[in-house]
């Protein structure tokens, strides 16, 4: 009885297996990839400020306490963090050819998805859309209008 249990058991086992690769594929296979998948340009729709100046009033404490460490208080990457023993690249919020000049959406999109090159997923690190779209409209007009 044994011997026809075993090899029975066994094919199931690498049928199983044989499924497993196809399920990983259909996966993200990165944090970045994974952050995108959770980001939705509409969850942004409801935000609202009562005046410009709050979303920049928020904005400066989200960036003091979540940005400036890497980004610098203005902006210019030039902090120098290590990480894994390698010292960050940041490009400077105030370069001339800086990509969000005219996109918020691009803005919030980036800081809530991040990179795997050491910028956090601030959507997976729970940064509430009201706090991106904040630090957005703070980048946008105090750190690039500085
Ligand atoms: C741990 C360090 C770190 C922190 C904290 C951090 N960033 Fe970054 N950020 C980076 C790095 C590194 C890059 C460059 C990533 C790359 O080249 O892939 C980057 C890139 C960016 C970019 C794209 C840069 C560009 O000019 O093209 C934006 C926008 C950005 N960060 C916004 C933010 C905001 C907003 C916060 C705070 C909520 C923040 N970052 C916090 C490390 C950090």
């Keep these: 009885m044994r011997w026809i249990v075993l090899?029975?058991?066994?094919?199931?086992?690498?049928?199983?297996?044989a499924e497993a690769p196809e399920d990983r594929e259909a996966a993200p296979d990165t944090m970045a990839a994974v952050a995108l998948a959770a980001y939705d340009a509409a969850m942004f729709d409801t935000i609202a400020w009562d005046t410009e100046l709050a979303a920049?009033?928020?904005?400066?404490?989200?960036?003091?306490?979540?940005?400036a460490r890497c980004h610098g208080e203005t902006?210019?990457?030039?902090?120098?963090i290590i990480r894994a023993g390698d010292t960050l690249?940041?490009?400077?919020?105030?370069?001339?050819d800086w990509p969000y000049?005219?996109?918020?959406?691009g803005l919030r999109q980036a800081v809530f998805v991040g990179t795997d090159e050491g910028m956090p997923h601030w959507g997976l690190e729970g940064l509430k859309p009201r706090d991106v779209d904040a630090v957005a409209t703070y980048i946008m007009k105090v750190i690039r209008e500085d």
Excluded: M, W
């Design 7 to 17: 090899p029975l058991s066994l094919a199931l086992a690498l049928a199983g297996c």
């Design 75 to 80: 902006g210019l990457g030039e902090v120098g």
């Design 56 to 67: 920049l009033e928020r904005g400066e404490v989200v960036y003091n306490y979540s940005c």
């Design 101 to 105: 000049t005219d996109d918020k959406a």
């Design 89 to 96: 690249h940041i490009s400077s919020f105030q370069r001339e």
